[in-house]
Structures are given as structure tokens and as C-alpha cells.
């Protein structure tokens, strides 16, 4: 296991100034802004789907469910720092990878206390649920579904109680909340339908949205162990923490090439699922408990990270570029 090594990382002490002015900006960093391409990505792929099998793109639908993803993600992560402050997780952790592991730190470093981050996340969820509203006014009640789903997702990842992320299928949830529904929404708000091709191009997505949950939680499953937060790398180890990275990785590549061979994805997409699968294989080998890898951790969780964007990136092109450009 990790022991302590470094002072610990943390938000900088100059963002706890006074005035209005330094409350927004501290409101706006509580929510990790950094991390919203999980939110946006998944999005476009589902509108690029939209925009591919039938020539639809409404850009009011597209900028209001990325507000509303947008908004439901700030949500969740404001409320993960608020659940994991709560059971002593983030409190405890001394071998977190800043800013990646361990939340945002702005309860641990006095710049918002347990309460702020309560109502910020409550706040966020309502602006996040007013879209879709509004939505459905637009689109019909189906984007409700949607949107209580995904949101709900998020929220009981952390509510003490329920807490998805203790129980072994926070990841599944994660799974479901950044890939299958905002793509699968997505594709429906712009073609009003269901279809098995927007399915199969949101578990790549999904897969990838995973590796990253199981690869952040590595250096924290000290302190997740110790107040009983069994995710699935605490249930599992390092071992088991690279089996199933390697087989999300192994579900996003067959995704792919079942999404190719049904002419979903075009043929040439498949150098980008290969190159992907290989930078997923070298991220696996970091996966490490031993404080002697701590430095080849970071830089696999930078890899999940960066095959996140370039995947989903990857698969907008494709799909746009085969079936809209001449």
C-alpha cells in the first residue's frame, strides 16, 4: 500500500479571497471545470450520430443538453466531495493525486465548507433539471427520463446511504451516466428515435468513461478502505484493478469492430480503436499500489484521460467525415 510521501496537494490558498467576485470563481473551480469533457464528449458523439444516420441537427437541442450535462456533472462531483467529506474519505487521504484523486480539496483546504458545497451541488442539480425541463418542452417528456436517470446516477454515487460508489457498482454507474445516456440521449434528441448503431458507438464510450473511475480510485484505496468504500479496486486490488481495466479496454476495441463491421463506423476508424487499445494496455501496466510507481501512476491516469478525449474525438470525426463531407 501507499505510504504518505509528499505534502499533500491542494487548491491554492490565494482563491480564498473576499467579494463576490472570488465566490464565483471559487464556486467555479469547487465543480473541477477541468474534468466537463466527460460531460460535453459523449454528447457530441451522440449528436454526430444524429447528424450521420439522418441528416438532423437542431443546434438549440445540442446547446441545451450540453448545458444540462454540463450542469449534472458539476452536480455529482460537487456532491462526491460532499458524500466522501462526510464518511472521512477525502479527509483521511494522504496519498491522493492532485487534481485527479481525492476530490476538489476545497473542503480539506477551508475554501468552502461541507455546507457551501451541499447547497452549490443542490443548485446545480436544479439548474440541470430546469433544462430539462425546458427540453421536454421542446423535444417531449422522454428527455426526463433522461435527465432523472443521469442525474439521479450521479447523485447516489455519493449520497451516503445509497452510495453506489461503496457498493461495487458505482462504476457501472458511472459507466451508464457518462456514456450509454448522454450518447444514446443525444442520438434521440436530434432523430427522435431509438437505434441498436447508437447503442453500440456509446460502449467505447462507456468503457472509457469506466477506466477512468477504476484508474483514479488506485491511490485512494487506502482511505477508501479504511471508511469502508468498497469500490471495486478495494474489493479487487492492483491485480484485479488491471483485469478489469484491461477488459474495458478490450470492450471498447470489440465495440468498435462489431460498430465497423456493421458499417456504423467506417472502415479506416479502426487504426484509431488499435492505437487506442495499445495506449489503454501501456496505461494498465501503471497500475500499481507501490509507492515506487506512484510518478508512472499519474501518467496512466493522464493516458485514461487522454484516450477519453482522442477516443470520443476519434468517433465524432469518423462518423461526421464519412457520412456528411463528400
Same mark, same amino acid.
Given at each position: 500500500?501507499? +505510504?504518505? +510521501? +509528499?505534502p499533500l496537494d491542494r487548491p491554492s490558498p490565494s482563491l480564498a479571497g473576499p467579494g463576490p467576485a472570488a465566490a464565483v470563481r471559487r464556486a467555479f473551480l469547487a465543480t473541477r471545470p477541468a474534468f466537463f469533457t466527460a460531460a460535453v464528449l459523449p454528447v457530441l458523439v451522440g449528436t454526430a450520430w444524429?447528424? !450521420?444516420t439522418l441528416h438532423r441537427f437542431n443546434g438549440v437541442l445540442?446547446?441545451?443538453a450540453l448545458a444540462a450535462m454540463v450542469l449534472a456533472h458539476a452536480a455529482a462531483n460537487v456532491y462526491n466531495d460532499v458524500g466522501d467529506d462526510q464518511i472521512g474519505a477525502d479527509g483521511d487521504n494522504t496519498n491522493h493525486i492532485y487534481p485527479y484523486t481525492g476530490g476538489?480539496?476545497?473542503? +480539506?483546504s477551508g475554501l468552502l465548507s461541507r455546507r457551501e458545497m451541499t447547497w452549490l451541488?443542490?443548485?446545480l442539480a436544479v439548474g440541470a433539471l430546469a433544462i430539462g425541463f425546458v427540453l421536454s418542452l421542446i423535444r417531449g417528456p422522454g428527455v426526463i427520463l433522461f435527465g432523472v436517470a443521469g442525474l439521479g446516477l450521479g447523485l447516489l454515487y455519493s449520497l451516503p446511504g445509497a452510495q453506489l460508489s461503496a457498493r461495487g457498482i458505482g462504476e457501472a454507474a458511472v459507466a451508464i451516466g457518462f456514456g !450509454?445516456?448522454?450518447v444514446i440521449g443525444a442520438a434521440w434528441l436530434q432523430t427522435g428515435r431509438f437505434d441498436f448503431g447508437a447503442a453500440l458507438i456509446s460502449l467505447p464510450v462507456s468503457a472509457w468513461a469506466a477506466a477512468i473511475l477504476i484508474i483514479n480510485e488506485v491511490p485512494d484505496v487506502d482511505s477508501d478502505?479504511?471508511?469502508r468504500k468498497r469500490t471495486l479496486v478495494v474489493r479487487w486490488g492492483a491485480r484485479g484493478a488491471q483485469w478489469i481495466y484491461g477488459g474495458l479496454t478490450a470492450i471498447a476495441l470489440a465495440a468498435s469492430a462489431i460498430a465497423i463491421l456493421r458499417r456504423a463506423l467506417p472502415i479506416w476508424y479502426a487504426i484509431p480503436a488499435v492505437v487506442l487499445a495499445v495506449v489503454g494496455i501501456s496505461a494498465l501496466a501503471g497500475i500499481s499500489f507501490k509507492p515506487s510507481g506512484r510518478r508512472r501512476l499519474k501518467q496512466s491516469i493522464e493516458l485514461t484521460l487522454v484516450t477519453h478525449i482522442v477516443g470520443c474525438l476519434a468517433i465524432v470525426i469518423a462518423l461526421l467525415g464519412e457520412r456528411i463531407i463528400p
Open positions: 500500500m501507499y +505510504q504518505t +510521501q +509528499q444524429g447528424i !450521420a445540442l446547446t441545451l476538489s480539496r476545497f473542503i +480539506q451541488a443542490l443548485g !450509454a445516456l448522454p478502505r479504511r471508511v
